[in-house]
């Protein structure tokens, strides 16, 4: 009886363990940029990052482009949504600024979306920020961030350290702008 019993307890924890949800475990690298999009990045004044996707999603998410809000709240300026799969794929994103608009883009297997904004002010300095190392995908992840500042003064962010608008300041005399992989709601 003692076996049947571990028997049973064991099956029970086997069983339960195959039915929970998994996890996602996507994740993304880093990887250099080709030749020919480096200068094409430098004669257009953008910033280009390409990331290695490699994992499985178990559920949907979102690239979406957003501006930060004095608030601590974000507006989505466009969304790109990836589907639940199993990922082996190059991802690339690329932000730029004029005088009066901030430009992005992406890329993920074929699928491409390309969006504008309106800059509030003509921006004195900018500044864009992305991963410094390989990470697992999480709710909220940042890409690339962007800094555009009418004052010439711009802050840095440590993209390790948010995990959502609550974390981000926006002072008077600046945008800040990111691009950022979200779970689907």
Do not use: W
Request: charged share 25%; with cysteine; aromatic share 8%.
């Amino acid at each position: 009886m003692k076996t049947y019993s571990v028997f049973l307890l064991t099956a029970t924890f086997l069983l339960s363990g195959c039915t929970s949800p998994t996890s996602d475990t996507l994740t993304v690298s880093s990887i250099k940029l080709k030749a020919g999009e480096k200068v094409f990045a430098e004669i257009n004044d953008q910033d280009i990052a390409a990331y290695h996707l490699k994992g499985k999603l178990n559920k949907n998410y979102l690239l979406k482009g957003v501006e930060y809000l004095p608030n601590h709240k974000e507006r989505t300026l466009f969304s790109m949504e990836i589907e639940s799969k199993k990922y082996d794929s190059t991802l690339r994103v690329l932000q730029s600024s004029s005088a009066k608009y901030i430009h992005f883009g992406a890329n993920l297997e074929g699928g491409s979306i390309r969006a504008h904004e309106a800059l509030k002010q003509k921006p004195v300095a900018f500044s864009t920020t992305g991963p410094s190392s390989n990470f697992t995908l999480s709710n909220y992840d940042v890409l690339l961030l962007r800094h555009v500042s009418t004052s010439g003064k711009i802050e840095t962010h440590s993209l390790e350290d948010i995990y959502g608008p609550e974390d981000i300041d926006v002072k008077k005399d600046e945008q800040i702008f990111a691009l950022v992989l979200t779970a689907s709601e």
